[in-house]
Nanobody
């Protein structure tokens, strides 16, 4: 199974930006739908953003629309999540997820069967 490795997390202040990246070990992600989810302590994992296999369709949680952008890079070996105007309530572990071949930009965890280990994002008030 392809290993997904997230990077880019860290500690930032409210209003700051971060760019998360998810690399698939030795394999292109161009044929897969990809997504980002997050999980805060004591809370369920929640959908953040997704991109279809061909990159033509994106999907965002209402809470991040207009602030977050998901993208695949030109070489299609990584997926990125640009996060702007972060707030303290968005402190969580952010997970990258891989969906099926030719998949759509789904917000459901059940449509993703390969997950990374997560990267911590901490936003101080």
């Amino acid at each position: 199974q392809v290993q997904l490795v997230e990077s880019g997390g860290g500690l930032v202040q409210t209003g700051s930006s971060l760019r998360l990246s998810c690399a698939a070990s030795g394999r292109t992600v161009s044929i897969f739908a990809m997504a980002w989810f997050r999980q805060a302590p004591g809370r369920e994992r929640e959908f953040v953003a997704a991109i279809s296999w061909n990159g033509r369709t994106t999907n965002y949680a209402d809470s991040v629309k207009g602030r977050f952008t998901i993208s695949k890079d030109n070489a299609k070996v990584a997926v990125h999540l640009q996060m702007n105007s972060l707030n303290a309530e968005e402190t969580a572990i952010y997970y990258c997820a891989q969906g099926g071949v030719g998949g759509r930009a789904s917000s459901s965890t059940s449509d993703y069967d390969n997950w990374g280990q997560g990267t911590q994002v901490t936003v101080s008030a």
